[in-house]
């Protein structure tokens, strides 16, 4: 178990629920669609949702947040990630202890623009953790495209994870309530592709996307 | 089509998606299972995970940041509140053009933090949205419970939202290129119920429970 780096990240209100070991943090960033990227504009908190690709030590941002503030960029900012894997619901006898199951990352810190072959690498592993394999698959960016295309790199030094499992925990005075308790599990998974409108016939889905599915 | 309330909450990025109508807005907090909010704490950004309910044009907040912030949270604190959903990995022929389809929402404004009849009203709020019915089936909270249970009322007044739909948006001259393109969706869903460990034996699932799982 590593020690918090600062008290910024010490997870506060359920201490025994902060991780603070990089392969807890790496694994569930790795396993999230998307992050939460929170910012300061104007005095005030933003927060917005970003696709992300971790290699290493190093977290991989894209999204709405780059082209927002793309002026302030130069000199980086400062930005909380967030990830947050929703695993359950958590049915106590008594409202008070209704909890969910769930797998979240807070990483702060300085995120900078990367451009020339930093960008291209990453916005591979940004294509790469939502479908490994797509990258070789399709056609690679060109001059254009990467100047429209805005990413950050922030390092993934500051940070904690918060991890609830199990079941409910009730008071011993409420165990006997007619009322059930346990955990509904939160299922997520892939359906079937749908084809582009304009895909010729007898194109089928890639090795990777097929690989993807089959996880 | 409602207009945005201010420049903050304007959707910048491709501003084709962005939607202000109070039904839209209202749909996607209603699904989301959870939200992120940030707030500015020492000049810096934070992001945390928390469980959201709303009452009409009033958004309940329940988590973490309310005791992380208890003791500035009297007069308000500025709040950022978004609420992501995925529903599906876009697959391009470029790299570019590859996106997810998604539904979000962001709402910003001042919290506060609600006490006595309001509190219980937000808590309910909030249960009834991860589960309808089920603050019926459980103990209500006591007065020892509340007092350690912060709740932050926010106005959903300065709002927007994004969503994504449809295939792939390639450049013509892509099409040909021998690689599938189109949408793989993103399906969420409740697995089996799991007893509390303490269950006592014959207690099945609730009808809220039951009724959760048949949506």
Redesign the interface.
């Known amino acids: 178990m590593r020690e918090p780096r600062s008290e910024?990240s010490r997870v506060?209100?359920v201490a025994d629920r902060g991780r603070y070991d990089s392969d807890t943090i790496h694994s569930i960033l790795d396993a999230a669609?998307?992050s939460?990227?929170?910012?300061?504009?104007?005095?005030?908190?933003?927060?917005?949702?970003m696709?992300h690709g971790r290699d290493g030590d190093a977290l991989y941002l894209h999204?709405?947040v780059a082209?927002?503030l793309q002026r302030t960029l130069a000199g980086g900012v400062?930005?909380?990630?967030?990830a947050?894997i929703?695993d359950?619901?958590v049915?106590?006898?008594?409202?008070?202890h209704?909890s969910?199951n769930?797998r979240?990352v807070?990483v702060?810190g300085r995120a900078h623009a990367v451009e020339g072959d930093e960008k291209v690498r990453g916005?591979r592993t940004i294509?790469e953790h939502?479908?490994p394999g797509?990258?070789a698959?399709?056609?690679?960016?060109?001059p254009a495209?990467l100047r429209?295309?805005s990413v950050l790199r922030l390092p993934i030094d500051e940070a904690s994870a918060k991890i609830r499992t199990g079941?409910?925990i009730?008071d011993d005075v409420?165990?006997?309530?007619?009322?059930?308790?346990?955990?509904?599990?939160?299922?997520?998974?892939?359906?079937?592709?749908?084809?582009?409108?304009?895909?010729?016939p007898g194109?089928?889905?890639?090795a990777a996307?097929a690989a993807?599915?089959s996880h």
């Open positions: 910024a506060r209100r669609l998307v939460h990227v929170g910012l300061v504009s104007g005095g005030r908190p933003i927060v917005l949702p696709l999204g709405s082209s927002r400062d930005v909380c990630v967030t947050t929703v359950g619901l049915f106590a006898r008594s409202t008070f209704h969910m769930y979240s807070v702060l916005l294509a939502l479908t797509r990258w698959e399709s056609r690679e960016p060109n495209e429209q295309t079941g409910p009730d409420d165990i006997d309530l007619p009322v059930w308790a346990g955990v509904l599990p939160f299922a997520t998974g892939w359906g079937e592709p749908v084809d582009a409108g304009d895909l010729p194109v089928d889905p890639s996307v993807l599915r």
